[in-house]
C-alpha cells in the first residue's frame, strides 16, 4: 500500500496546486476507487500516513475528516478508521432500515426532526387509503450508522395503527412487531435526486450531492396500508439490488 500511496500523492501534487490536505484527500479517494483500498480494511494511522508522505498529522487529520463526511471512510472509537462498507439493499425482501444496518453489524440510529400528529392530506389519504379528516401520525428523521447519516425520511403512518408518536422510538417496525403487526408487501419506486441545500445541510453533504429518492407504501396481509415513506439516501452509500426471473410459458 505504501508505494501505492506515495506515488499517487506524487501524482496528484504535481497535477494541480491545491493544499497537501486535498491532494492526500483524492489521493485516498483514488486507492478507494481503484480498489488499493478495500471495504472494511483499516487505514495506517494518521502518524504512519503522515511518515509515509512527509505531511504533518493535523494535514492528515483533515484529509481524514473530509472523506468521512462524504462517507467514503468510517472512524471507531479506539478501533481506528475503516474504508466504509457500501450497504446492499435487496428490492426483493421486505426489510427495515434498521434490520439492514443491524445484518452488517453497525449501530443504526434515529434522530427526529419532526414528530406528531395531524390531519391526512389530500396526497396522504390518497396513498393510505384514508378519508378525508383521518389523523395520522407523521415522523421526520435523520437515520445513521455508527454516526454516519444515511438518509432522511418523512413517514406517515395511519393513528389508528400507532396511538401515538412516542410509539416510535428508533424503528418503525420494532414498534408494529410489538403491536402484533406484521407487514406482508410494499411497493416502491426509486428515482435518482440531488440533494437540495437544507437537505445537504442535514445530511453533511454539499449542495447538490447525488441521492436515491424511494417511496414505499407497506401493506398487511388484509390489505390495509400501514406506512407511506419518502426516503432520501445518500448515493455514495447505498447498491440497490433486484432480482429479475423471466416469464415462462407453458
Known amino acids: 500500500m505504501q508505494p501505492y500511496l506515495l506515488d499517487e500523492f506524487r501524482r496528484q501534487s504535481d497535477a494541480r496546486r491545491a493544499p497537501a490536505y ?3 484527500r483524492r489521493t485516498l479517494q483514488h486507492a478507494i476507487e ?17 511518515k509515509w508522505l512527509d505531511l504533518s498529522r493535523v494535514t492528515v487529520r483533515k484529509a481524514i ?5 462524504d462517507g467514503l471512510l468510517v472512524q471507531r472509537q479506539g478501533a481506528g478508521t475503516f474504508v466504509a462498507e457500501r450497504i446492499v439493499k435487496s428490492f426483493s425482501r421486505l426489510t427495515s432500515f434498521t434490520d439492514d444496518l443491524r445484518a452488517r453489524g453497525l449501530d443504526p440510529r434515529s434522530t427526529f426532526l419532526e414528530r406528531g400528529v395531524g390531519e391526512v392530506t ?23 450508522a455508527d454516526g454516519v ?11 389508528s395503527v400507532l396511538t401515538t408518536p412516542d410509539m416510535v422510538e428508533n424503528s418503525l417496525y420494532e414498534a408494529f412487531a410489538k403491536l402484533g403487526i406484521r407487514p406482508s408487501r410494499a411497493l416502491q419506486r426509486l428515482r435518482a435526486i440531488a440533494f437540495d441545500a437544507e ?9 447538490g450531492a447525488p441521492g436515491l429518492f424511494i417511496e414505499r407504501r407497506t401493506f398487511l396481509d388484509d390489505g390495509r396500508v400501514v406506512e407511506f415513506t419518502r426516503s432520501f439516501y445518500r448515493g455514495d452509500a447505498y447498491d440497490f439490488v433486484a432480482e429479475l426471473q423471466s416469464e415462462t410459458t407453458p
Open 199 to 207: 437537505q445537504a445541510r442535514l445530511m453533511n453533504l454539499p449542495e
Open 22 to 24: 486535498q491532494h492526500l
Open 122 to 144: 389530500p396526497e396522504e389519504a390518497m396513498a393510505l387509503n384514508l378519508s378525508p379528516g383521518a389523523q395520522v401520525i407523521r415522523y421526520y428523521r435523520l437515520r445513521t
Open 34 to 50: 481503484n480498489g488499493e483500498l478495500t471495504a472494511g480494511q483499516a487505514l495506517p494511522g494518521e502518524r504512519e500516513l503522515g
Open 65 to 69: 475528516a473530509g472523506l468521512v463526511a
Open 149 to 159: 447519516a444515511l438518509a432522511l425520511e418523512r413517514t406517515v403512518v395511519p393513528a
